[in-house]
Nanobody, 126 residues
Framework: VQLVESGGGLVQPGGSLRLSCAHS????????MGWFRQAPGKEREVVTA????????YYADSVKGRFTIDRDNAKNTVYLQMNSLKPEDTAVYYC????????????????????WGQGTQVTVSS
């Protein structure tokens, strides 16, 4: 499985970006997905996660109400819509995937994930 992120860039505070993560597998709909980020000098942290069906999601408190995760299983793609961006959102954003379970849960721990993208830089600055 390969994951390829796109959509990062430079944006002013208050602006928006939409990240995409394309999944190369033929069974994307069976994978739970997550977005993580890592700022310079900081550890990687979870941003948001979604279960295999898209019916269950998790958001870190720092992004709740501003970011939205969704998935299009027909396009093998998961998205991260980021609104009202702040300078503290500046980081490399990573997409992650793992095979989902029957329980249909999402996963918040980076160590639960099997596959990772290469990351895309998001810089929020005026």
């Amino acid at each position: 499985v390969q994951l390829v992120e796109s959509g990062g860039g430079l944006v002013q505070p208050g602006g928006s970006l939409r990240l995409s993560c394309a999944h190369s597998g033929r069974t994307f709909s069976s994978y739970a997905m997550g977005w993580f980020r890592q700022a310079p000098g900081k550890e990687r942290e979870v941003v948001t996660a979604i279960n295999w069906s898209g019916g269950s999601t998790y958001y870190a408190d720092s992004v709740k109400g501003r970011f939205t995760i969704d998935r299009d299983n027909a396009k093998n793609t998961v998205y991260l819509q980021m609104n009202s961006l702040k300078p503290e959102d500046t980081a490399v954003y990573y997409c992650a995937a793992r095979v989902g379970t029957y329980s249909g849960t999402y996963y918040r721990d980076q160590y639960d994930y099997t596959y990772w993208g290469q990351g895309t830089q998001v810089t929020v600055s005026s």
